[in-house]
């Protein structure tokens, strides 16, 4: 390009630039830089400029704006010369810094373009607090929604995933874990997120990427886990993937002792984190904690409650269960009680109230008044010494009754040791009392029994006679100092019948007494004198005490030896009978049993022989009342016969039927007894599983909240069951042996007179019938049905009543649902699981254009193909699996009318579920064709009324652009004119168009600044800068500008300096606005600029107050000062410069 003569005066010019901290660069039309000031060529590691190889683009990286115009703005200007553009701003990277680029054209006198001015200007800084501060706000977002979540939700582990999701997803994290260390919180040890796909600036997306910080993250996490507690604190690392670093950070989830676990995050930035990003993922930690921590405190409180609920239900069931109560009583004569416990009543009759306070009688009044005074000094004496007291007396109860109770307690002491209050426990022993005045009583009768016993008894340890009674010594003809402390074979022959040894034989059986064998045998005893003698022995193991003794009972038998003899020889013809045959003797002692017995009761004659009749008895019939009974018929020689619960060899219980008879000896006596045992357990088992039956049918019966009644051929009811009757607050005897016409009266029994008669000639009915009680009507359904015998007469009926007031309620509710249904202008329609139509309004009718009868049983897309269309069902089978999933589907149709007409429908379906089973689908279809032509026009008219405010905000900035042109070259010029050294009267012209000009450039600026505004282009660059300064200094500017205006000037702060973070530029443009009003408005008087420091909900602020006493603002027009382009002076007569509002 050829350079005219005004370009080494423009090169001089812009070496000024050089000593400022912008990248200044100049280009000719082509685009082609001619000049870069030091800063630039520093930026650009240039030394010279090599002429014509290097574009502007080149430099400035057009390449990577961030908005219009994409490419160089050079080309732009090259390819739309305009002299009336003559200002392009846009943003830029250049290598790793931000940059805004203003582009201004140059025009000569002809409107050609002659060169490009490019002015970058750094502002790395504030981009990147800008984004830091995006990502601030988004942190703090997220905590507040995350903190909103934690506080409702009480699920460890969806806390644990939503707080994953939401620091990759909201906070825009690449990956983030939480390990937990704490079982107790979930049994799952890793919880994480990572982005889908990885975002970074400049970069393309990385799948594996992401694959690789989840594998390395997981791994930092188990490995800060094995660090000593004392190291597990939050640490910053990297990791490398393709030459890149990507920083992570660890913080711990704990506090104090509470240790849950660890979060893990990677940041998309290429640097560390910052202490107030730290700060924040802390607070994050620490309400995950806290919520951890409240969850884990409120599954421990729930336990607490648990076992405390437990104790207590243990406390009141062993308080209910024991046999006594338990007290608490102050201690004074009357033993005042302060709390019993319920079985306080169940011992004296007393409610625990009528006692508790003395409100009706005290505790001592219950106490036997032979006792009052003797426990009163005792219980002082005891209490005296810190000691338990118990004792044994007697109480009198409400009924009169006198008790025998135990009570055992103790003094409850204050600090002092004095007595506060007496505590214990009181247990009815009543029975005790009795049992052992019984075995009081029981031991004298025994022991008179015992010496006046006709057989000999004795005691023996070991092998020796240690007691006997007066019958041992009668029997052995000796004294008592003879025979004790002896063994029983000295009174023996040396031989038995056997041919055993007596000593031998006699040791074999006490050793196998001392087993636990009951013993039944004969044996030859001598007396003192030599004298032998066969009798009967019985040996038993007993216990006195702690000390295992042996019973013996010893018979003389010598004389009724022949007879038993003669009747073993008869008993072996009753082998051959079928039934169990057993003789006894007349102390019921088993002489003989058959074959039949052995196989009845599995005992072989010789297991059983000699021992009493009571091995083959269960135990609810060892009764002496039985035997006595039984050998008191045989004593007088008659048949005693009766039903028994036997027991077999094998522990087997049976029921016999039995028959006893007498055995008479010659001389007419009774010597023995006889009984024949016939097995009834087929019978009883067959009564018994009738007789279950018939209580289970009972049973049955009387749970039904059915009637169930019988009535016999007279219609008069003779058995009446089920809950019914208790439902209804009604008596059975009130039924029975009644009639229809006596229960309900002549006009409503005749109705169910005239259904019995018919049920009485064979038929079965059901009929329904209503009664009205208090004013409300019940209905009710009975069914009835002929009663027979076994020959197939009609005895009787039976029915069956039930109460349908509820369902006869339910059918006319639904009655009144399908009426509004049908009535409805929405469609609606219901469809079974396979799509089936069975239900659906005439509004559906009008919408499908067909009949409901011929619709019905069709699937729902059969019907609407013919109006819709194929298109609307292609994806009907995963509409279809989502409604049987159990979710709603939800969508907006449109099609032509056969007219032509377009109309839109909304359509819902859902499932119908119902015990968490889907058993049906509905569906609603609503026209909103009106709805969305609606809503097109309100769309159309926002468009249209954006579009229009977008052309207004692009006409007036251009507008303006215009005129800072043409005021930038009369302000230069009048600069100028300013300097002239010799004509006065042209610096004083000069002067006059400076400061109008610059009024103009002043109101132009604020034009600009307000449609950067309205379209966003003006976004806030925060710094810090002394705001008190900012304010001193403009209004001294405007002191200087004014200097002959008659107004005092006043500032005060309350800081010499205060350090604010804002947009300077934007703050000095609203300070210099009303400061410059407060000076345009107020022709005389005064103006108060103060900056005061306020405190608010521990914040400060800055508080900057301009005050005047100009012209003012009418209450009445205050509201308008927030108009764009309006004066208080609006109109005709405005007299003050400006573009009106706050400008």
């Not at 006198?109 to 502002?123: C, P, T």
């Not at 001592?364 to 004496?381: A, C, F, G, P, S």
């Not at 040894?501 to 007494?513: D, F, G, Q, V």
Request: glycine share 6%; with cysteine; net charge negative.
């Amino acid at each position: 390009m050829e350079k005219d003569e005004n370009f080494g005066e423009l090169l001089e010019k812009a070496k000024i630039l050089d000593f400022v901290d912008d990248l200044f660069g100049i280009s000719d039309p082509s685009g082609k830089v001619i000049f870069l000031n030091e800063k630039a060529r520093n930026e650009f590691s240039v030394n010279e400029l090599s002429e014509g190889e290097h574009f502007c683009y080149n430099y400035f990286n057009c390449t990577h704006l961030e908005s219009i115009p994409k490419f160089c703005p050079a080309n732009q200007i090259l390819k739309e010369p305009n002299p009336h553009s003559n200002f392009y701003q846009m943003n830029t990277k250049i290598g790793e810094k931000y940059f805004i680029l203003n582009c201004t054209p140059i025009y000569n006198g002809s409107n050609k373009l002659k060169y490009i001015l490019h002015f970058a200007k750094d502002v790395t800084e504030n981009v990147l607090k800008e984004k830091k501060l995006i990502h601030f706000n988004q942190i703090l977002k997220s905590i507040r929604n995350l903190n909103q979540f934690l506080y409702l939700e009480r699920d460890a582990e969806k806390i644990l995933d939503q707080s994953c999701k939401i620091l990759t997803e909201t906070m825009d994290y690449l990956f983030a874990a939480i390990l937990i260390t704490s079982p107790e919180i979930t049994s799952k040890k890793i919880f994480y997120a990572s982005q889908d796909k990885v975002n970074l600036e400049f970069e393309p997306n990385e799948d594996s990427l992401r694959i690789f910080l989840e594998q390395e993250g997981k791994k930092r996490l188990v490995r800060f886990q094995e660090l000593p507690k004392i190291k597990q604190k939050f640490s910053q690392f990297f990791e490398v993937f393709d030459g890149v670093k990507y920083f992570g950070i660890i913080l711990p989830i704990a506090h104090r002792k509470e240790n849950f676990g660890y979060l893990l995050i990677f940041s998309k930035w290429s640097e560390q984190f910052s202490t107030e990003e730290i700060n924040l993922l802390r607070e994050l930690a620490d309400d995950i904690l806290l919520s951890l921590y409240t969850i884990k405190t409120e599954r421990e409180k729930e336990q607490i409650e648990k076992e405390i609920r437990e104790k207590e239900r243990f406390y009141f069931t062993l308080l209910s269960n024991l046999p006594g109560f338990v007290y608490r009583c102050k201690k004074d004569r009357y033993w005042t009680m302060e709390y019993l416990s319920d079985n306080f009543y169940k011992i004296t009759g007393y409610k625990p109230e009528e006692v508790i306070g003395n409100k009706v009688l005290s505790f001592n009044d219950l106490i036997h008044r032979d006792h009052q005074e003797r426990l009163w000094v005792k219980w002082q004496i005891i209490l005296s010494k810190h000691e338990v007291f118990q004792d044994e007396y007697p109480i009198i109860t409400k009924s009169g009754e006198i008790r025998w109770v135990f009570e055992q307690g103790c003094g409850i002491y204050d600090e002092k040791g004095k007595v506060i209050a007496l505590e214990g426990y009181i247990v009815d022993i009543t029975d005790r009392k009795k049992i052992e005045e019984q075995l009081k009583e029981s031991e004298r009768k025994y022991r008179t029994l015992f010496e006046a016993s006709s057989d000999a008894i004795f005691l023996m340890a070991a092998d020796s006679f240690i007691d006997c009674n007066f019958a041992t010594l009668k029997m052995f003809e000796c004294e008592r100092k003879d025979i004790i402390g002896r063994a029983p074979y000295e009174f023996s022959p040396q031989y038995q019948p056997d041919g055993q040894l007596s000593r031998k034989k006699a040791i074999n059986y006490i050793e196998r007494a001392y087993r636990g064998e009951e013993l039944r045998f004969e044996w030859v005893h001598k007396t003192l004198n030599g004298r032998e003698f066969e009798c009967e022995v019985t040996l038993n193991k007993i216990q006195i005490g702690k000390k295992v003794n042996l019973l013996a009972i010893v018979r003389d038998i010598s004389e009724r030896k022949p007879q038993y003899n003669e009747i073993l020889k008869l008993a072996q013809a009753l082998n051959s009978i079928g039934e169990a045959v057993i003789i006894t003797d007349l102390n019921n002692n088993i002489i003989y049993v058959n074959k039949a017995f052995e196989n009845l009761y599995g005992y072989a004659l010789e297991e059983v022989q000699g021992k009493h009749i009571s091995i083959i008895r269960t135990k609810d019939y060892l009764n002496n009342k039985i035997d006595e009974e039984i050998l008191s018929n045989i004593a007088n020689k008659t048949t005693w016969r009766g039903e028994l619960q036997n027991r077999s060899k094998d522990g087997r219980n049976f029921w016999v039927s039995v028959t006893a008879s007498p055995i008479l000896g010659p001389d007419g006596n009774v010597v023995a007894a006889v009984g024949v045992a016939v097995d009834l357990t087929e019978r009883h088992n067959w009564e018994k599983s009738l007789k279950e039956s018939e209580e289970q049918f009972r049973t049955l019966v009387n749970s039904m909240d059915d009637i169930v009644y019988t009535l016999d051929t007279s219609h008069r009811q003779i058995g009446l069951y089920g809950r019914w009757v208790q439902n209804w607050g009604l008596k059975v005897e009130d039924f029975l042996g009644k009639t229809a016409l006596e229960i309900f009266g002549a006009e409503e029994g005749k109705i169910h007179i005239e259904m019995q008669e018919k049920c009485l000639k064979g038929e079965s009915l059901l009929y329904e019938w209503s009664k009205t009680l208090g004013g409300e009507t019940y209905y009710f359904q009975t069914r009835i049905s002929p009663l027979r015998d076994e020959s197939g007469n009609i005895v009787g009926i039976v029915g069956i009543g039930r109460d349908i007031t509820s369902l006869k309620k339910l059918e006319l509710h639904l009655k009144k649902l399908l009426m509004a249904i049908e009535q409805v202008p929405v469609g609606v329609f219901v469809a079974d699981l396979n799509g089936k139509i069975m239900f659906f309004n005439p509004a559906m009718e009008i919408f499908l254009n067909c009949n409901k009868s011929d619709c019905l049983g069709k699937h729902i897309v059969d019907i609407h193909k013919k109006l819709l269309g194929e298109k609307y069902f292609e994806n009907y089978d995963a509409i279809w699996d989502k409604l049987k999933a159990g979710e709603r589907w939800t969508n907006e149709i449109n099609f032509k009318t056969k007219d032509g007409l377009e109309k839109w429908f909304r359509v819902i379906v859902y499932p119908l579920i119902e015990n968490e089973k889907i058993f049906s689908f509905i569906g609603l279809k609503d026209d909103i064709t009106e709805e969305k032509i609606y809503i097109q026009q309100l769309k159309e008219a926002k468009e249209k009324s954006e579009e229009l405010n977008a052309f207004k905000n692009y006409l007036l900035m251009n507008f303006s652009h215009e005129f800072r042109t043409l005021l930038n070259g009369i302000l230069g010029w009048s600069y100028v004119l300013m300097d002239e050294e010799y004509d006065p009267e042209i610096r004083e012209i000069g002067g006059i168009i400076y400061q109008s000009g610059s009024r103009l450039l002043y109101t132009v600026s604020s034009i600009i600044d307000y449609s950067k505004i309205e379209t966003g282009f003006l976004k806030p660059l925060p710094r810090e800068f002394d705001i008190v300064d900012t304010v001193r200094e403009f209004v001294e500017l405007h002191k200087k500008f004014n200097p002959d205006k008659p107004v005092e000037v006043s500032f005060n702060s309350d800081f010499e300096t205060y350090i604010v973070y804002l947009d300077e530029y934007m703050v000095r443009s609203i300070v210099s606005s009303l400061i410059s009003n407060a000076f345009k408005f107020t022709r005389e008087g005064k103006i108060d600029v103060k900056v005061k420091i306020e405190q608010k909900e521990k914040e400060e602020y800055a508080k900057i107050i301009v005050s005047d006493t100009g012209i003012g603002i009418p209450s009445d027009k205050i509201d308008l000062i927030w108009k764009e382009f309006y004066q208080v002076s609006q109109g005709v007569s405005r007299e003050f410069e400006g573009q009106g509002g706050l400008d």
